[in-house]
């Protein structure tokens, strides 16, 4: 039978006691579970001092990123190549001041987004050169690139992009719907105090696309405009001999408070009509005689339907979220992820 070296069994016991007694008077003095710390120190391995990161709280790729505009440049006659997300921030830098609220600027990356999607779902509209899917001008939706932005702002293009940068990747992925699909996101600089329904200017009705009041849009600078034109060359671009006929009031108005029909010179034209051949800012004008001249009267900047940019911002300036712009100015839509549709634009390359 073995029997024990009694030098060995009190030096054993001696080595116990060093290392034991210590642990007892810590947690004896700083109020440390018991059973806690013992639990710990029979953890086999370091201890670990924080948690993995979980799938959830890890960064999620961009949807925007993994998608590839090609835009025809109307002005080198190229195509260029690009992610969506740097297309957007491209769209919103040639679409809306930067100096707008934030949450302007994030309602106005959805109309582009949907924009973008809706037309890329749709027959194509026009003929475009082989390979691309949009063109850079107010036909689709203007765009600048990076070199553009950093010769357009100077001093500034770094806060600027920045800023846009943010709205984009805030709003990643999402779009405007109506009954599961993107809507038309229609927008326009400023309104003269309402937004005009669809049917008023296009003919064709759409339930998302109504007139709501827009009181905000009075700061923009474009709320007034006034423009002086010879008899002759109005007379000209209408089609009409005011020595025949004078200028009458308008026959009749839209529910946005523009012209909807108008006698002049013994013709009738529309609102419409009137506003693009004479380059008015807006239908909503008036129309006087002063000597040889046509003094022209506007309210309001553009078209008039969906979306008001001014509106956007003082809507912002007084606390409300992108969400609730875009809700507004587009009646009973709904904000989704455009996951499923992104992957149908891929899918058409």
């Known amino acids: 039978m073995f029997k024990p070296n009694l030098f060995l069994l009190l030096g054993g016991t001696l080595f116990i006691v060093i290392l034991i007694v210590p642990t007892i008077l810590v947690v004896l003095f700083s109020g440390v579970n018991t059973k806690e710390l013992l639990a710990e120190n029979s953890r086999s391995g370091p201890i670990e001092t924080t948690q993995p ?6 960064v999620k790729p961009s ?9 025809y440049r109307s002005g080198k006659k190229t195509i260029e190549k690009l992610p969506l997300d740097q297309y957007l921030i491209g769209v919103i830098a040639g679409e809306m001041p930067a100096e707008f609220e934030s949450e302007a600027l994030k309602a106005q990356v959805l ?6 999607i809706k037309r890329i779902l749709s027959p194509n509209k026009e003929k475009l050169p082989q390979g691309a899917q949009v063109i850079d001008t107010v036909d689709n939706q203007v765009f600048i690139n990076k070199e553009e932005r950093k010769e357009k702002w100077g001093s ?8 846009i940068s943010k709205a984009v990747k805030e709003t990643d992925g999402q779009i405007i719907t109506y009954n599961d699909s993107p809507i038309e996101a229609t927008f326009f600089s400023t309104s003269n105090g309402y937004t005009e329904n669809a049917e008023d200017y296009w003919n064709n009705s759409l339930p998302y696309l109504k007139s709501v009041k827009s009181s905000w849009d009075k700061v923009s600078p474009s709320y007034m405009n006034e423009k002086t034109m010879p008899i002759e060359e109005f007379e000209r671009r209408l089609g009409v001999n005011l020595k025949k006929s004078s200028i009458s009031d308008p026959i009749a108005w839209t529910e946005g408070k523009r012209v909807k029909k108008i006698e ?9 009509e009137v506003r693009e051949r004479l380059n008015l800012k807006s239908s909503d004008f008036n129309l006087s005689i002063k000597g040889k001249n046509i003094v022209i009267k506007t309210k309001g ?3 008039g339907v969906g979306l008001s ?12 979220k992108y969400e609730e712009i875009i809700k507004y100015y587009y009646q009973n ?4 992820f455009g996951d499923e549709f992104l992957n149908k634009v891929m899918a058409k390359r």
């Open 156 to 163: 500034d293009y770094q806060w600027k992009e920045n800023k």
């Open 53 to 58: 990161v979980s799938d959830e709280t890890s």
């Open 264 to 272: 002049i010179g013994g013709k009738v034209l529309t609102g419409k």
């Open 333 to 336: 839509v709904e904000i989704a």
């Open 63 to 71: 949807i925007d990123s993994s998608v590839e505009v090609t835009v």
């Open 301 to 303: 900047s553009g078209h």
């Open 111 to 116: 109309t582009a987004r949907t924009y973008y």
């Open 309 to 320: 940019q001014y509106g956007a911002n003082g809507m912002a300036n007084e606390g409300k």
